[in-house]
């Protein structure tokens, strides 16, 4: 049987009725932009991760431009992000006219390092951006601690995290802002685009209001420059209909994650990192490098709760695109998340040199990770399936 890397149908067939129904409520509400389901879809969200306002957008990345923008980033600043994760984290920055300058990462969580962002922080450096990566959260005590000693301000990428926590607190709630996207593919998939800005600053959060429709208020009164940056009123409707379910794809994706774990580490050549080394990553991952060890899984740090928007594998010694044709040829779904690191995009490369610097970690990462299917509804034979071709793989 196939294995597909994601299969939405599984998760929103079941749910056909239900998104039925509320097609028809705003069908025949006739209320298609505002309204009532994007105020209860906000409120919803915001009682979910326990922030004080909420602000649906058109994307997840439409969420990192209002937040940019309402923190009036623009040329002539600097804004920290990692090399390792989707492009529109610097996409954003750039489009406003601001430099990214691009920090390495840590091998075990795939996180920003916060030592490569200190040494990359100048006079121009305004704002942060940690993104989450597949789910679990980065070093926020460390980053916040940075960020208040330096001025500088924090919008947490929490796409692939909506609902992961960091010692009990949401990502996306700790920093200036936190940004979520219903992507299909997000752990709260919608059905086509949409996303979210959280804050709990009153003066903020009235400013990403205003800058998502046009920068306008009152009506036909324009004090700053926003964009269409709306939501859609029937998105939120059928993210609605998903969001009293989110808990249990949590718990699915999660013992999906300790099945893989528990199963291949009886496999000869899997190691899992050990996150109780956290603070000397790079020793850790170096000598696991130059161990026998074939394959490193992921790990959750104990003060994160991580939800599992990816399920990624280090394969070392060069061996990472066999594993990839292997699983393909078996028909299990796998995917490279990310094969080139944001620093080395072309559209970056007239970037000041400085702010493409020391992303060595990131580079290694590019060529070692590779991600297994995670999803909830993933079958008890279908996850066999998978950890079978990789057992196969490390005994070839
Ligand atoms: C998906 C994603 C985005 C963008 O979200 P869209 O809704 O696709 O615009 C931004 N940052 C990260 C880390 C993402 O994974």
Redesign the pocket.
């Known amino acids: 049987m196939p294995v597909p890397l994601l299969d939405v149908n599984a998760q929103n067939h079941p749910l056909e009725a239900e998104f039925t129904a509320a097609f028809q409520r705003v069908f025949r509400s006739g209320i298609f932009i505002g309204g009532p389901e994007i105020t209860a879809l906000e409120d919803e969200i915001a009682k979910l991760v326990g922030a004080k306002h909420a602000i649906g957008v ?7 431009l209002v937040a940019l923008m309402a923190l009036d980033i623009g040329p002539g600043d600097e804004v920290l992000c990692p090399a390792f ?5 610097a996409g ?1 920055v750039s489009r406003l006219g601001a430099t990214p300058v691009f920090v390495d990462v840590c091998p075990i969580c795939f996180n920003i390092d916060l030592n490569d962002a200190a040494a990359k922080i100048t006079s121009r450096t305004k704002a942060i951006i940690p ?3 597949f789910g679990q959260s980065a070093d926020l005590d460390g980053l916040m601690q940075l960020a208040g000693q330096h001025g500088l301000r924090v919008i947490e ?4 995290a909506i609902g992961a926590t960091y010692r009990e607190r949401a990502c996306g709630t700790i920093g200036d802002f936190g ?5 299909p ?2 752990n709260l998939g919608g059905l086509g ?3 979210l800005v959280v804050t709990n600053d009153d003066t903020l959060a009235a400013k990403s209001r205003a800058l998502r429709n046009h920068g306008m208020e009152p009506k036909y009164y324009h004090s700053m420059i926003g964009g269409n940056f709306r939501i859609d009123a029937l998105q939120s409707a059928l993210l609605r209909v998903k969001l009293p379910h989110y808990a249990g794809y949590t718990k699915g994706r999660q013992a999906n994650a300790a099945y893989y774990i528990e199963r291949l580490l009886q496999v000869p050549g899997i190691v899992q990192a050990d996150p109780a080394h956290c603070k000397c990553a790079a020793a850790q991952s170096a000598a696991l490098t130059a161990s026998d060890a074939r394959l490193v899984l992921p790990v959750a740090y104990p003060h994160n709760e991580h939800i599992w ?1 990816q399920f990624t594998l280090r394969v070392l010694h060069g061996q990472r695109d066999v594993l990839k044709n292997h699983l393909l040829s078996k028909g299990i779904g796998c995917e490279v ?1 990310y094969p080139l690191t944001l620093d080395r995009q072309e559209c970056f490369a007239p970037l000041p040199a400085a702010s493409r610097q020391g992303c060595e970690v990131a580079h290694q990462l590019s060529t070692e990770v590779l991600s297994i299917p995670i999803f909830a509804e993933l079958s008890e034979s279908q996850r066999d399936e998978v950890v079978t071709g990789i057992a196969e793989f490390l005994q070839a």
């Open positions: 058109s994307s997840g990345t439409d969420a990192i994760t989707f492009f529109a984290t954003c993104v989450h990566l990428d929490a796409a692939q940004t979520y996207s219903f992507f593919s997000k685009d949409s996303g928007n998340y």
